[in-house]
């Protein structure tokens, strides 16, 4: 009954993955209706998350940027829905990508680490790189419980070429030789394992980060790269992406250096566009250990 159910659920997804986008829209709108406007989903986190990263900001700024979240939210799960029947030509055309970081390390052959944060439309992006790109795209994610659910989320991150790495199985994927340079993306701001995580300020708070990304970065030695995406604010369902350059050479740099880095261009982006990132996240669940080992602490970067 339980598997009959989760077919019955995903063919509807599938059909409202075939709407037209002002359809999609609407049911965007409904939808954060019914689950934040009735149902006050995840109001409390979001709104401690959003007062206790702007400290200074009164609550009617703090409510506005949390109704504006909103729309986001519920934005994003439709687009993501979208992918599912998306054509290249329409994906392709809601994304303003600047590559010049990327043409010029695919003119060498050479790997590269992409690190970022829940900004925007995260899944629209992986499917748009692997579509526009001649990179071979490798993503690490969470797979979902539900065997069903992740198969069908499968078909959808990957059907224009991207590679699905579980995040388990990571470092070993990471090495794995390719027929063409690829970009390995990392996107690293859940919350972590206290006992193990790089711990620093993060939106004026004690925040762990996972320390893999940088583990695997210096494993390959590969140029590293932050990746933003903002939200077109005037057309819904576009975005644009830019990357930053965070080192060439990982091995050379001290311990936490390329995490420190990728945190402090992401909390740029978020205090740019606040609306734009995952606050029902329950980001600071953990508390920061009393003690911290040295390889939880940044190293200092000899001049």
């Not at 934040?36 to 989903?41: E, K, L, N």
């Not at 010049?100 to 790997?111: S, T």
């Not at 193990?196 to 993060?202: D, V």
Request: glycine share 4%.
């Amino acid at each position: 009954m339980k598997n009959l159910s989760t077919r019955l659920l995903l063919s509807i997804l599938t059909a409202i993955s075939r709407l037209s986008w002002k359809k999609l829209y609407k049911l965007s709108d409904i939808f954060r209706f019914l689950i934040f406007d009735i149902g006050h989903y995840r109001r409390e986190v979001i709104l401690t998350n959003l007062k206790n990263s702007f400290p200074g900001y009164d609550q009617n700024v703090i409510e506005c940027i949390a109704r504006r979240y909103y729309r986001n939210f519920t934005d994003i799960i439709f687009e993501t829905i979208k992918l599912r029947s998306i054509s290249r030509s329409d994906l392709l055309n809601r994304f303003d990508l600047e590559t010049d970081l990327l043409d010029h390390y695919y003119a060498q052959q050479k790997n590269v680490v992409v690190m970022s944060g829940h900004l925007g439309n995260w899944e629209m992006l992986n499917l748009f790189a692997s579509a526009k790109l001649s990179y071979q795209i490798v993503v690490v994610y969470h797979e979902l419980a539900n065997d069903i659910f992740e198969d069908w989320f499968k078909k959808v991150r990957t059907k224009f070429g991207t590679e699905m790495v579980p995040m388990k199985e990571a470092m070993v994927r990471a090495m794995a030789p390719r027929e063409k340079p690829f970009l390995f993306v990392l996107v690293n701001d859940q919350s972590p394992s206290p006992e193990k995580a790089y711990w620093t300020k993060f939106l004026n708070q004690d925040t762990g980060i996972f320390r893999g990304g940088e583990l695997i970065a210096k494993r390959l030695n590969a140029p590293v790269l932050y990746m933003g995406i903002a939200r077109d604010e005037r057309r819904r369902g576009f975005y644009r992406s830019y990357f930053k350059l965070i080192t060439e050479e990982p091995k050379k740099e001290p311990a936490n250096h390329i995490l420190q880095s990728q945190i402090e261009f992401l909390e740029e982006d978020i205090k740019r566009q606040p609306d734009n990132w995952l606050w029902s996240h329950r980001r600071w669940k953990h508390a920061k250990p009393q003690n911290l080992l040295p390889f939880q602490l940044r190293q200092i970067k000899s001049e």
